[in-house]
């Protein structure tokens, strides 16, 4: 069983069996090195601000004071800025609004984003652990194909997530608006 003074499987296992627990351990240690891959390439780097995700063309920033809904996401920042803190949690999540050009669909806006988002560095879906274990994007894709008023797509980098929401509600004149919210934690 022993052979100099490492110890040795093949005296006490057949060679079949030996073969079985180098797969088992191929098996078991090729995820977690896959894992601690995935964990330490998301650290590092400077986590992106609002002024680093690329505007639509021609969208027109709704902000607060001039918008309800830029007003409405404002109060959203100052409110979970709020919680975190009494929480004594980190982290923080910036919304920004757009109104978007007459006559945009959401197949503009997605391929926009999508282009501009991946050469940056960004994911389609939740990324990390949660990311593996369903593509949100083409879920959302089903939903967003049954609702017209509203369109939803999610990119990750990091320990960062970015929501594009395309709102098309009937009583607005001015046609979509795009909200973005980015949240790091």
């Known amino acids: 069983m022993f052979e100099g003074s490492a110890w040795s499987l093949t005296?006490?296992?057949t060679a079949k069996e030996v073969t079985d627990m180098k797969k088992t351990k191929t098996l078991f240690f090729f995820p977690l090195a896959c894992l601690l891959i995935?964990?330490?390439?998301?650290?590092?780097?400077?986590?992106?601000?609002m002024t680093d995700i690329p505007v639509f063309p021609g969208a027109v920033e709704l902000t607060a004071?001039?918008?309800a809904v830029g007003d409405t996401l404002s109060q959203n920042e100052q409110t979970d800025a709020?919680?975190?803190?009494?929480?004594?949690?980190?982290?923080?999540?910036?919304?920004?609004?757009w109104?978007?050009?007459?006559?945009?669909?959401?197949?503009?806006?997605?391929?926009?984003?999508e282009e501009k988002l991946q050469a940056a560095g960004w994911q389609s879906g939740l990324g990390g652990v949660a990311g593996g274990f369903a593509d949100?994007?083409?879920?959302?894709?089903a939903a967003n194909q049954s609702n017209p008023m509203s369109q939803t797509m999610i990119f990750s980098k990091g320990k960062q997530s970015l929501?594009?929401?395309?709102l098309a509600m009937p009583m607005n004149k001015e046609g979509k608006q795009l909200i973005v919210s980015l949240a790091t934690n």
């Not at 995935?38 to 601000?49: N, Q, R, T």
């Not at 949100?136 to 894709?141: A, I």
């Open 38 to 49: 995935a964990a330490l390439s998301s650290c590092g780097g400077k986590p992106a601000a």
């Open 99 to 113: 109104q978007l050009p007459a006559g945009t669909a959401w197949p503009e806006v997605k391929s926009f984003y």
């Open 11 to 13: 005296g006490a296992f």
């Open 163 to 166: 929501t594009l929401l395309m």
């Open 65 to 67: 004071g001039t918008s």
């Open 136 to 141: 949100v994007n083409k879920m959302m894709d």
């Open 82 to 97: 709020a919680m975190r803190k009494a929480m004594n949690a980190g982290g923080k999540i910036e919304q920004r609004a």
